[in-house]
């Protein structure tokens, strides 16, 4: 008669409202002094009772039909006694500090704080994972990891800076080799303040300037070169290319040669052109003469030439139709 009535409905209805009146006064009261862990222990012992609770009523229904009250009453007690011990574990991890749970959690922090530092190195975020690490060592003690963690950041950002700064010099370098000079000398200047810190940067518009003077070099030497051996349209190919780079007191040590090169090139056109016109190869004299025009404009030559150069032209359609 005594677990009878200790199992009787009234009584697991009294222990069931009981546990659940505590578990929702815990979440209000969380929620009254805005603290998680309050309310989410309020909320975690109230699922426990009310999944619970169908357990107990079947165990009951159970005893009554088998007549097996003693031993389903054991069974009922120990259920109550986990769900009681459930209840103190929850109340007593509630009433923890935050200090004393991260201290209680600090492993899987640990796991977690290492992992996302991880993730910002492969993500080449350095401020960010530097800002983790000092988690880690100020706020967690783990200064070994941290300063691990610090020199693969510094290791990873180097090797990445100088993979930058590689590609940026080499795209200045395709520049100078185009002899694009202007481009060239703003890029270099871009390169020395973005990657300032790298000591590869160093004189990259001095480098600019030097293979500008060396091209200068080369043209000025291969201009004496065709004009002392009577290539003469490709000594003024390089006569007009000096004619960006020499400035008039620089020009004046090539003056001579440069018109003993336009003397003769523009004899050799007029020889040409007369040639062309007594042959009557209308389409090379109409060639020919347009030549003159274009590179000795102020020439009588260029004025005859142009006297005649419509009549040229014709007579060249005329034979091509």
Request: charged share 30%.
């Amino acid at each position: 008669m005594e677990n009878e009535g200790i199992l009787s409905p009234g009584w697991v209805a009294a222990i069931y409202g009981s546990a659940a009146a505590l578990s929702g006064a815990t979440a209000i009261r969380g929620l009254m002094i805005q603290n998680d862990q309050w309310v989410l222990a309020g909320l975690v012992a109230l699922i426990l009772t009310i999944t619970t609770l169908p357990i107990c009523i079947a165990l009951r229904s159970r005893s009554t039909d088998h007549n097996s009250s003693s031993i389903d009453a054991d069974r009922i007690r120990t259920q109550l006694k986990n769900l009681n011990e459930s209840i103190s574990s929850l109340d007593e991890n509630m009433v923890l500090s935050d200090d004393a749970r991260r201290v209680i959690n600090r492993r899987k922090e640990k796991e977690l704080l290492c992992r996302a530092i991880k993730e910002d190195i492969e993500l080449e975020d350095w401020d960010a994972g530097l800002v983790l690490i000092r988690e880690l060592a100020e706020r967690f003690g783990y200064r070994s990891e941290a300063e691990d963690f610090r020199a693969k950041i510094e290791t990873a950002r180097s090797q990445t800076l100088q993979r930058d700064v590689n590609e940026a010099i080499a795209r200045l370098d395709s520049m100078i080799s185009a002899n694009k000079w202007g481009p060239a000398m703003t890029e270099a200047a871009r390169i020395s303040r973005v990657y300032h810190d790298s000591p590869s940067v160093d004189g990259l518009r001095h480098r600019v300037e030097q293979a500008k003077e060396h091209y200068k070099y080369e043209i000025e030497r291969q201009f004496l070169h065709a004009a002392q051996d009577n290539r003469l349209d490709e000594a003024m190919e390089l006569l007009k290319e000096m004619d960006h780079y020499l400035t008039e007191h620089e020009s004046e040590q090539f003056t001579e040669v440069a018109r003993g090169v336009i003397g003769k090139a523009r004899e050799n056109l007029g020889v040409q052109f007369k040639l062309a016109v007594n042959d009557k190869a209308w389409d090379t004299a109409a060639n020919v003469g347009q030549r003159i025009i274009e590179e000795f404009p102020n020439s009588r030559m260029a004025s005859e030439v142009r006297s005649m150069i419509d009549s040229i032209r014709q007579r060249a359609e005329s034979i091509s139709r």
